[in-house]
Structures are given as structure tokens and as C-alpha cells.
């Protein structure tokens, strides 16, 4: 198929002009992103359309957000029907929905109870509480519990939760940070255990590692079995909580309902907010056993698990199984790295690697060469195909779950030519 065809697009409105669009939006939005020069206006399944009727392949999906694409009939029955019986009383009620949810999650998972909020950062914040918590009044009563994170990781933009995202570049100008936060290199487990050594003292010692199962914003880099294996020994040793990350790689983003089942080890806590109610903004935090250190009056959140989020939650996680989206990840997904896979070897000296699970693949570019991956990311966009940098050498690739074999071939089509442009020009 040609990069024509996707241009063809008879249904599109033109109701804005894009340079009087651009100018009101940065006139007005705080200057927070840096933004592709491009404005969609309408969704349907994994195709795209801007304010000029551009018709694109979307594998950005919101940021690793809309499992089910857009316009899903499921999506869009549930919420409406939702919106018109109730969509929000606060948590200062029973709320019927989010029962169900909860208790979908909890069937389908290691957890034993969920805790809804908004976002991934919320989420994360959660499982820091409850770990802090947990450290002080059942832990040996301790004063002065470590989380130990990932150098490289990403786990949210609140102060907690950007002081436990072990990059620098996100911290820079916002010190002083949360204390309490300690790095490791990731799938090192002598680090690990140096780190637990190192910061036992007095008062002091390491309460929780939490780490994502595949680091996604840190260059998809997934984990390694035998390390997340010995690290669930060495928490069970010493006493130390084990925290997952599962914001970008849960609800079967990676072929398996959660990241940690790539891994063969379960969490004590772990996180869920992008996929899991396919693009309407909501957060869970999920844990095992000790649930009930967490009281009324501990933790709130005014929006948390409404009726209307909850509804869409729930329809989205049925619809995975009930459409048996997980063997089409997987097999997308096979077919995704192999495709691409080819391409690295035609352009050996530009790629390094390609690696991913299921649908969160990522396309390493060599790191002396002087192309970025916004690069061949704004190269692509012209071609038709949208996809989102994770760091500056890496590609990343994570299509709505319901991506199908043709779409997967004309995407690597269409950065198949952007490859092509970039590299001749
Ligand atoms: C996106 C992301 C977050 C932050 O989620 P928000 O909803 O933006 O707060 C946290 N952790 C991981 C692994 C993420 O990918």
C-alpha cells in the first residue's frame, strides 16, 4: 500500500485552520511540552486524522493509553450510557462500578485489593505511602525507610514520584527532592545487593525496590528473568517490599495481562493507570497480603474510581478477554520485531538494536550517530505514521492492542521510506 492511500480521507471537516490553532494554543497553554506541529481531530481504530484531513497510522495510541484504538463501539457504548445514569458521587459513597472493577483486577492478578485514583504518578504515589506506612507500623517500626529505584526508570512527574524516576534530566531545578529514594542500575543484582548493605544503618535500612517490569520512557529496555528472579528472593530475605511499576506495560500491552508475568515473579504492590481504562484518566494501585495497612482517613482522591472511569475500566479489561486480544499482542508483536528487526539489519550502522514484549517495542539507534529519534519520528509523520521517541536514541512502538497484520506491515512501510528520506538527505 502506498503512503497515497492513507491521504485519501473524504470524511474529514476542515473546521480549523492549523496556524490560527497553534497561535491560540501557544498563547494561552502553559509551555510544558514540545509538541509535533500537527493537531488530530479525529480517531477510528488505529487511524488518525488532523485539522487538515491528513489520515495517519497511529502507533502512539496516546502514549501506550488507547488499548482498544478509537471509537471503539464497546468504549463508546459504555460511556455513554454511563454518563447519562451517573458519572460521579466521590468516594464518600459505595460506587457499585468500581466494586466490579475491583474485583475483575483482582480475579485476573496477584492482588488482593485496589486502590483507584487518576494517573500513573497518583498511582505511584499510593504504593510510596503504603510502603512508608507499612515501614513505620509493621516493618520494625522503622524511621527511616529507603525505596530503592531504577537509574534510567520513569514513575511520574509529582515531587515523589519524579525523586523516584532515576533520571537526572526530569529532577534538574525542582530540589530539594522527597527523601528516602536511592538508584540502582537496572537488571544489576549485585548493585542491589550492595545497595541493601550500604544503607542499613541505625535507623535506616531498605523497605521496597520498586522497578518497572520493561522500563518504557527509559529507552524500552525489558527485564531480565534471572534478575527480577533472585531480586524476589533477596526481598523475601530481608524484608523488603517489591513494587511494580505496570503503568505503561500493564493490561496486556505486553501480550500478558501484567508485565510482571514476562517475569515469573509476583509483586507486592504494583501500579496500573495508561491502558487500563483505554484512554479515560484513571490510576490503581494493587496489593497482596498486608492491604489493611492502609485506614480510613490514609489516602483519598476526590475523582478516584468514579462511576464513569470505572464503567470504561471494566469494559475495556472484558473486552480483552472476550476478543482474546492477548494472542493478537503476541502475534503483532512477533510480527512488529521481526519486521523491524529486518530494517536494523538493512541499516546496520544507524541501528543497534530491536527489543520489546508484545506490543511496546523499542528500535535503539547507535549512539554515536548524530540522528535523533525525534528525527526519523518527524520524518515519519510526513509519511503518514506517528510513533513516540523514549529517549533520544530510541524508537518506540505501541499500537492500540487491536492493531491488525495489515496495519503492521503498512506501518513498517511508511518508516521503512522515512528511514529512507532521512538517511539520503
Ligand atoms: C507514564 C508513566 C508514569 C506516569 O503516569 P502519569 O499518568 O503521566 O502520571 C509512571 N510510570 C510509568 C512506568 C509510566 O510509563
Not at 154 to 167: D, I, Y
Not at 181 to 209: K, Q, T
Not at 290 to 316: I, K, M, Q, R
Not at 361 to 381: C, F, Q, R, Y
Amino acid at each position: 500500500m502506498s503512503p497515497e492511500t492513507l491521504l485519501e480521507n473524504p470524511s474529514l471537516t476542515k473546521s480549523l485552520n492549523s496556524a490560527s490553532l497553534t497561535e491560540t494554543f501557544d498563547t494561552y497553554v502553559m509551555n510544558t511540552y514540545s509538541r509535533f506541529p500537527i493537531a488530530i481531530t479525529k480517531g477510528q481504530g488505529c487511524r488518525l486524522w488532523d485539522t487538515e484531513g491528513k489520515e495517519y497510522l497511529d502507533f502512539v495510541a496516546g502514549i501506550a493509553t488507547c488499548t482498544l484504538g478509537h471509537a471503539h463501539p464497546a468504549l463508546i457504548d459504555v460511556v455513554s450510557q454511563q454518563i447519562q445514569q451517573l458519572h460521579h458521587v466521590s468516594n464518600l459513597f459505595y460506587i457499585p462500578e468500581q466494586g466490579d472493577l475491583a474485583k475483575w483486577i483482582v480475579e485476573h492478578s496477584c492482588a488482593d485489593r485496589v486502590f483507584f485514583c487518576n494517573s500513573g504518578a497518583e498511582a505511584n504515589e499510593a504504593a510510596i505511602k503504603l510502603v512508608r506506612k507499612y515501614a513505620h507500623t509493621v516493618l520494625d517500626f522503622l524511621e527511616q525507610p529507603v525505596i530503592l529505584t531504577a537509574k534510567a526508570s520513569f514513575h511520574g512527574r509529582t515531587l515523589a514520584t519524579v525523586t523516584a524516576t532515576g533520571q537526572p534530566k526530569y529532577q534538574k531545578d525542582f530540589a530539594p527532592l522527597v527523601p528516602g529514594f536511592a538508584y540502582i542500575p537496572y537488571n544489576d543484582i549485585e548493585a542491589v545487593e550492595n545497595a541493601i548493605a550500604d544503607l542499613d544503618e541505625g535507623n535506616r535500612r531498605v523497605a521496597a525496590i520498586m522497578l518497572e517490569p520493561l522500563q518504557g520512557e527509559g529507552g524500552v529496555r525489558p527485564g531480565d528473568v534471572e534478575y527480577f528472579h533472585r531480586l524476589r528472593q533477596i526481598c523475601d530475605q530481608n524484608n523488603i517490599l517489591l513494587v511494580f511499576d505496570e503503568v505503561q506495560v500493564g493490561v496486556g500491552r505486553t501480550g500478558k495481562l501484567w508485565g510482571y508475568e514476562n517475569l515469573g515473579v509476583e509483586p507486592d504492590i504494583f501500579t496500573s493507570a495508561k491502558g487500563l481504562a483505554g484512554g479515560i484518566p484513571i490510576g490503581a494501585m494493587m496489593c497482596k497480603k498486608f492491604c489493611d495497612v492502609f485506614e480510613p482517613g490514609n489516602h483519598a482522591s476526590t475523582f478516584g474510581g468514579n462511576p464513569f472511569v470505572c464503567a470504561a475500566g471494566l469494559t475495556v479489561l472484558q473486552t480483552i478477554e472476550k476478543d482474546h486480544l492477548l494472542e493478537n499482542v503476541h502475534d503483532r508483536g512477533e510480527q512488529l520485531r521481526t519486521r523491524l528487526r529486518a530494517i536494523a539489519q538493512k541499516y546496520p550502522t544507524l541501528f543497534k538494536e530491536v527489543r520489546g514484549w508484545g506490543l511496546i517495542n523499542g528500535m535503539e539507534i547507535h549512539e554515536e550517530v548524530s540522528l535523533t529519534s525525534p528525527d526519523i519520528v518527524k520524518a515519519a509523520l510526513e509519511f503518514g505514521l506517528l510513533f513516540a521517541p523514549a529517549g533520544p536514541k530510541v524508537l518506540r512502538f505501541v499500537p492500540p492492542l487491536i492493531v491488525s497484520e495489515s496495519e503492521i506491515d503498512l506501518a513498517v512501510n511508511l518508516l521503512e521510506q522515512a528511514i529512507e528520506k532521512v538517511t539520503h538527505s
